[in-house]
């Protein structure tokens, strides 16, 4: 049998194809070629078009119109690829660049006040998580950056519920309460990240202060508007509600030790290396105590009035107490400016990084304020040091 199977294979070869077959098919092959040929020279292209860009000088990046090209054209050279890619870049990459400008355009093409505050959230928390890489490294300049860009997007969360509260009171509620525990969510991530700097700049607390400021503001106006438009008489609503200003109210309690934390840090760091004495420090950490005690006796009374389930009032307790923490935390930065403004240029460099768990060594500059010519000052210094060696050898 496996003969004949040979031998019908034999015959096959003396079998011509015809001549029409031939024509129709080679036209077909031609066409495919050519196809082929075409889509590898419009790739070869796109990857030659991204190389000469990227060659250009970084500076050109950071013009809007020349990034919006560069967004266009890895839409259409990557696709999703490429965007997604760009999603995940971090604060000093190239592509974080791109990520910016693709969120504001998605932001521009996004209609309805409720998408647009729901992204603003979104775009929040990507802060809240960029900062936290940062930390790993402790980059301080980069920190502060982002977080003042999640400062504005917070902010633009809390007056866009306001607008929406206006329009759809029953939209506004359902916003609120994710916009409320969201908030919870960033100022936790904000203040751990905060915690785990091992070095950290006067500069880079205030700019972390001033976000978890800003969060726990929307996170209050969330819930005032919670209150507003929750219906009396529903106990899951209000068991809810309790919850959320027992929740509050414990953040408060956190604050107003954070702000005395601070500023202990501040003096102490101010009162090691002042000229002038105590008397400089003195009357402005008797200031923040005495804002810190008003808090705490606000909370107290907060607490009576939500056991009592009066809830607009204890929210207003609430919003008295961050008030009060945020004239000690003034007091507590115009001190510190003060502090290094009479501080000799050493003396700065200590009170520039009252949280280091490092020492400075040769070569870094971390947390360090530039002040003119003291880097002449010890360049001599160390020539005069080195020549004096030299002369104690040859002798």
Same mark, same amino acid.
């Given at each position: 049998m496996g003969k004949d199977i040979i031998s019908q294979l034999n015959k096959l070869k003396d079998i011509k194809p015809d001549k029409s077959w031939k024509s129709i098919n080679k036209e077909v092959l031609m066409n495919q070629i050519s196809g082929s040929v075409q889509a590898q020279k419009q790739h070869n292209s796109f990857s030659i078009l991204i190389k000469e860009t990227l060659s250009q000088e970084i500076s050109l990046i950071t013009k809007p119109a020349v990034t919006l090209v560069l967004i266009l054209l890895f839409m259409l050279g990557g696709g999703f690829f490429s965007i997604s890619a760009a999603s995940e870049a971090t604060p000093g990459s190239f592509l974080y660049t791109v990520k910016l400008v693709s969120e504001k355009t998605q932001f521009a093409l996004t209609s309805g006040q409720e998408k647009k505050l729901i992204l603003g959230v979104k775009f929040a928390q990507r802060r809240a998580q960029?900062?936290?890489?940062?930390?790993?490294?402790?980059?301080?300049?980069?920190?502060?950056?982002?977080?003042?860009?999640?400062?504005?997007?917070?902010?633009?969360?809390?007056?866009?519920?306001?607008?929406?509260?206006?329009?759809?009171?029953?939209?506004?509620?359902?916003?609120?309460?994710?916009?409320?525990?969201?908030?919870?969510?960033?100022?936790?991530?904000?203040?751990?990240?905060?915690?785990?700097?091992?070095? $950290?700049?006067?500069?880079?607390?205030?700019?972390?202060?001033?976000?978890?400021?800003?969060?726990?503001?929307?996170?209050?106006?969330?819930?005032?508007? =919670?209150?507003?438009?929750?219906t009396t008489g529903d106990e899951t609503a209000g068991k809810d509600l309790s919850d959320r200003l027992a929740a509050k109210l414990q953040s408060a309690k956190e604050q107003i030790s954070e702000v005395k934390d601070d500023a202990n840090k501040v003096f102490s760091a101010g009162l090691s290396r002042s000229e002038q004495g105590i008397e400089v420090y003195q009357a402005p950490q008797e200031e923040i105590n005495q804002k810190a005690e008003e808090a705490t006796k606000i909370i107290s009374e907060a607490e009576e009035l939500l056991n009592?389930?009066?809830?607009?009032?204890?929210?207003?307790? =609430?919003?008295?107490?961050?008030?009060?923490?945020?004239?000690?935390?003034?007091?507590?930065?115009?001190?510190?400016?003060?502090?290094?403004?009479?501080?000799?240029?050493?003396?700065?460099?200590?009170?520039?990084?009252?949280?280091?768990?490092?020492?400075?060594?040769?070569?870094?500059?971390?947390?360090?304020?530039?002040?003119?010519?003291?880097?002449?000052?010890? $360049?001599?210094?160390?020539?005069?040091?080195i020549q004096s060696q030299a002369t104690t050898t040859d002798e």
């Open positions: 960029e900062i936290e890489g940062l930390a790993n490294s402790n980059e301080y300049t980069r920190i502060e950056k982002v977080a003042s860009d999640l400062s504005e997007e917070i902010t633009a969360v809390q007056d866009r519920l306001a607008k929406i509260e206006a329009e759809d009171p029953d939209a506004a509620l359902k916003l609120a309460k994710d916009i409320d525990n969201k908030s919870n969510e960033l100022r936790l991530s904000l203040k751990n990240t905060k915690n785990t700097l091992s070095q $950290s700049t006067n500069s880079t607390n205030n700019k972390l202060n001033e976000a978890i400021k800003s969060v726990e503001k929307t996170g209050l106006s969330a819930l005032n508007t =919670i209150i507003k438009k929750t009592n389930e009066n809830f607009t009032e204890a929210l207003e307790k =609430i919003n008295a107490s961050q008030a009060l923490l945020q004239e000690a935390e003034e007091v507590s930065k115009k001190a510190q400016e003060e502090m290094i403004s009479t501080s000799t240029p050493e003396k700065i460099i200590g009170a520039e990084q009252l949280n280091s768990t490092e020492s400075i060594q040769e070569g870094e500059v971390k947390g360090v304020i530039e002040i003119e010519g003291v880097e002449d000052d010890i $360049s001599e210094n160390n020539n005069s040091s």
